[in-house]
Every structure is written in structure tokens, then in C-alpha cells.
């Protein structure tokens, strides 16, 4: 499984200002590739690169290889969408690969610029750094917040899935992130808090519309697009470990198309639109792949008025956002999770079985 490594450079000021003459050389060249081959309606690497590899070369002044790389990047985008030409900001990623770049030790790596090569070092946290020695092929460098960023891929091996023996099931919301079927919550009342602060700064500073009001904004979106992962990442982290330490598969709802299928009025649909649950479920799938846990996407219909202990479905059992109490058999518990042990009981697995049969392996193993 692939995942992807930020280093943080540390390049001297000639170095940086190099580098992002630099950028905006290479992006200048992408731009003209893209603009060359939209032209004369060719999209390929080979075509493109026989109609302006010369060209590109003599008047940007890049070498062979990052002529190569300038050129794959128009080809990228009109892999992706073909009726419109791409252009690229003057200080868009560059990707390197092994011709351009060469890591000279666990804290140094080298890179080509405009000047020649340059051979600066960088800093990582201590997970990073315990995986330098997967670093292969390419690296994108970005400029951001007037930062240089090595984004390095690695190919991770998964471990062995584990013998599923229970099931976990993941009810995601917005007063709580997400709840068990254990019974664990991960309360969004903090959440809330910080999305309505930065909601409040966001309508201020559009009121104002200056030049540096947008900048502000831009800074905003960051910060509160770190808050939204730092904390998917936290969740994901705890239900996975969870899952393995109880040999459990995780259920979690397929959330696919649930902006059409779920009308929201008002006040209600910046709450329901102000935090990434596909991205929580997109943590929890690629940490389970290394631990060796299986994910199983059901269909979540009904499972929020249905009661998981005696099946009775009716949307009076739903009394409020908090409480459910079925109609039927009168049993009250906590609406996310009874909807989490529905999620559950969708998986068809016994906890008191030890194991599952080969065929339903399989099927969980290649879920999601």
C-alpha cells in the first residue's frame, strides 16, 4: 500500500529563491506543453513530447529530465479531463524522480534547480523519519506558507489479515463524530465549538472582501482542514487498535450519494456539511490495511429507527436526536448506538463463533 512522507526542506535564501525561479520555470513549461498539445488535439506522453520537447528545452532551459516531467504533468491532467487546457500556478508542485533527486543521508537530500544541483537538509517527526528507508521514486516539492515540502510516496506492506471474530459497528454524526457498537463515543461538542469560531471569522472577513481579508481566508481553510484531519486522524487511530485487539471487522456505513438522499434546512446544513466523514472512514480503511484489520461498508438505511434488539423499524422509535425508544418492546438506549449495533448486526458475524468460514473471509477482506 502506498502512503506519502512530508519532509520540511531547509533551504539556505540563494537556494530557495533558485528553487521557486525554479517552479515557476517548470510550470511555465507545463503550461506550454498543455497549450501545445491541446492545440494540435494529441494528449499522450510520446505525442506531446515529439511536438514540443525541443522547444521547451531551448526556451525554458530545463533539462532533458525535467523537460520529461514538465510535459507529464499537462499529460497527467488531460488523462483526467480533455475539453479544457490546464494551467498551472507559478508555483505549483514539481515532481522529482531518481534522475533529478538523491537522498544523500537520513537528513540531507539533493535536489536540481535552475542554479544546478542543490544539497540541503530537512527535518521530519519521529514516524517520518522511521520510514526513510521505504522512500521510492517520485517526490512532489511544494511551496506552501512559504515553506518547501518533499512529499516522498513509500510502499508499505499490509500486514496478514487477522481471523475476524466479532464485528464492530461505526455510526457516524455530528453531535457525536462517530459512536460504537462497544459503546464508545467521540464527542463532537468541541467540534462544534471550533467550527462555529471559524465560521464567525469567515463571515467577517468576506464581509470585508480586501485583499489581505483573502489571504486571511486562505490561512482559515488550512487551519481548520489540519483541525478537521488531526482529529479523523485520532478517532480512526483508536477504533482501528480497537478492532485488532479484539480480532473484530469494522462496519461502517456507505455514505455514498448521502448528500442527495438526506434533505437539510437552515442552520442545520453548515453542521452537516462542516466535517469530512468520508475522510474519517478513508483514515480507518488505510490504517486497517497495515493492521491487518477487514472493513465492510453496509448500507446504513433504517438502522437509526430500527431497534437492534427487536427489529421493530418506525420513526416514531427516533424520540430525539439523543434518545431512542422502540414502540414495540420499549427499549431505550442512546439513538447513535443503537444505530451502531444495527450497523453490527449487518455484518452477519456471531462473536461467539471463533473465526469465519473461508468464503465470508474473502468477501470482508475485499470490501471498501
Known sequence: M???LQL???PTSEQKTDLLATMIRFNDAANFAAQQGFAAKVFGQVSIHRLCYRAIRDRFGLSAQMTVRAIAKAVECFQRYKKICPVFKLHGAITYDERVMSFKSLTEVSLWGLAGRHRMPFVCGAYQKALQGRIKGQADLVYRDKKFYLLCTINMPENTPIEVQNAIGVDCGIINLATDSTGEEFTGVNVEKVRQQYAWRRRVLNRCGTKSARRRLNKIR???ANFRRNENHRISKRLVAKAKATASVIVLENLKGIRERVSVHGRQR????GWAFRQLQTFMEYKAKLAGVSVLFVDPRNTSKT???CGHCDRGNRRTQAEFRCLHCNYSTNADFNAALNLRAKAGINPA????VEAKAGNLLNCG
Not at 453548515?270 to 456539511?273: G, I, L, T
Request: aromatic share 0%; net charge positive; charged share 30%.
Open 307 to 309: 431497534c437492534s434488539r
Open 270 to 273: 453548515a453542521k452537516h456539511s
Open 2 to 4: 502506498k502512503l506519502t
Open 222 to 224: 488550512r487551519r481548520e
Open 8 to 10: 520540511q526542506l531547509l
Open 353 to 356: 463463533i471463533v473465526g469465519v
